[in-house]
């Protein structure tokens, strides 16, 4: 099974309004960490936005907010006013417990055009 | 602040052929990785290391030797290329091991073709 799912193949959205990015996730920790990136066409994978398991509040950076319901195990991510710089691959990932050895699974990403 | 650096950025192999990937960090980091991406799979992990001496195997290990000789450099060795190992790597990095929220720090990818 999928750890992570990001099943929308493909997303469009006009600039200046808001979209947002479904991620929903598999685990039985009770200790985890999620995780959005952002990969432009120039191939650099940058962060995003950090949600915790037990942050209580929904994470916000800037225009990037996420949208966390625990009980429906869903970490979708969203961008305010978009800009045609968010033309990107968005990738959302997630650490399961705090060890050492807790490895980053990434889903498959989800690709979104801005359109002017 | 040069972060995570990977070399080189483009490399075309013939089958069979081995060569190794660098990758270094200045950032003091504890935890560094290698992942491969491939069209439609995202990004999977190969090899990790929780810190110089220390090195374990990921989701697709296979084809791929890593070492960790010191806490900054942490090359991938293919030792054989094959051409399913055409792929574009990625090595990452992070603050600590423990620390389940700090973020991986990416290097700007090597695109590598096995003909």
């Known amino acids: 099974a999928q750890k992570i799912t990001q099943t929308q193949p493909g997303m469009f959205v006009q600039e200046k309004e808001a979209v947002t990015l479904d991620c929903t996730y598999d685990?039985?920790?009770?200790?985890?960490?999620l995780f959005w990136y952002k990969q432009p066409s120039s191939g650099e994978m940058i962060f995003l936005i950090y949600?915790?398991?037990?942050?209580?509040q929904n994470a916000t950076e800037g225009r990037y907010s996420l949208n966390f319901q625990k009980a429906r195990k869903s970490a979708n991510l969203v961008i305010s006013a978009s800009q045609l710089g968010d033309s990107a691959m968005y990738f959302c990932?997630?650490?399961?417990?705090?060890?050492?050895?807790?490895?980053?699974?990434f889903g498959k990403g989800i690709t979104l055009s801005v359109r002017p | 602040n040069a972060g995570v650096t990977q070399t080189p950025k483009f490399q075309v192999l013939k089958t069979g052929q081995s060569m190794t990937l660098q990758c270094a960090q200045d950032?003091?980091?504890?935890?560094m990785s290698w992942y491969r991406q491939d069209p439609g799979m995202g990004l999977r992990l190969i090899h990790y290391?929780?810190?110089?001496?220390?090195?374990d195997q990921g989701e697709v290990p296979n084809g791929y030797n890593v070492s960790r000789s010191t806490t900054e450099d942490f090359p991938l060795r293919l030792l054989s290329a094959a051409p399913s190992q055409t792929s574009v790597y990625f090595c990452?990095?992070?603050?600590?091991?423990?620390?389940?929220?700090?973020?991986?720090?990416f290097g700007n990818g090597t695109r590598l073709t096995v003909t």
């Open positions: 990932a997630m650490r399961e417990g705090p060890g050492a050895n807790s490895k980053l699974t």
């Open positions: 685990t039985s920790d009770q200790s985890y960490g």
């Open positions: 950032m003091n980091h504890e935890y």
């Open positions: 990452a990095s992070r603050r600590s091991a423990s620390f389940y929220n700090s973020p991986l720090h």
């Open positions: 949600q915790g398991s037990y942050d209580e």
């Open positions: 290391s929780v810190g110089a001496g220390i090195t």
